[in-house]
């Protein structure tokens, strides 16, 4: 059992599956793979599987959060980075990618992200103070430090 430090934070939430066809998991063609995860006074969020997995493309699926969530917590990272070191950013973009492998026995790993930030910073002399956040913000970003996979930047900083 993990002994819980004083400075450590828990987060919660329900999955609630909503895919049962009245027949259950009886025939992996048929049910749905539709679920409902809810965080105390937060919306729900909606998702399935990927479409490729027989997942309504309509819905979020768990590789797309994963992937989210490693570009929002850079973001989020970065940007208090920025505000701690006087780095003005005025406008910040990614776009993410992961590559997810499939084992023969069904399975699967992320063997790799990359996020491409891109960021406006308010002057041209801090464009390479602000470049150089973004490998701090790498080392900071608690998702990215949780994973087992390598995940890049691949920053652009104009002003």
């Known amino acids: ?3 819980k430090s004083k400075d450590d934070h828990t987060y919660r939430l329900r999955l609630d599956w909503e895919g049962d066809p009245k027949v259950g998991t009886s025939n992996y063609q ?3 793979r539709a679920y409902r ?3 105390a006074g937060k919306p729900a969020l909606f998702g399935s599987a990927d479409h490729a997995f027989r997942g309504n493309p309509a819905r979020h699926n768990p590789e797309d959060m994963l992937l989210a969530a490693l570009s929002a917590c850079h973001m989020l990272s970065y940007l208090a980075l920025c505000a701690q070191h ?3 950013v005025l406008e ?3 776009e993410a990618e992961a590559v997810l492998t ?3 026995a069904g399975g699967g790993h992320f063997a790799s992200a990359t996020l491409h930030p891109c960021v ?3 002057a041209p002399e801090q464009a390479p103070l602000a470049r150089e956040l973004h490998a ?3 080392e900071a970003c608690f998702i990215a430090s949780s994973c087992n996979f390598p995940v890049r930047h691949e920053s652009t900083v104009v002003s």
Do not use: F, K, N, Q
């Open 120 to 122: 406006r910073v308010a």
């Open 136 to 138: 701090l913000a790498h």
């Open 37 to 39: 995860i809810s965080m």
């Open 1 to 3: 059992m993990l002994v």
């Open 30 to 32: 048929v049910y749905d």
């Open 92 to 94: 910040y973009s990614d």
């Open 86 to 88: 006087g780095v003005t």
């Open 102 to 104: 499939l084992t023969a």
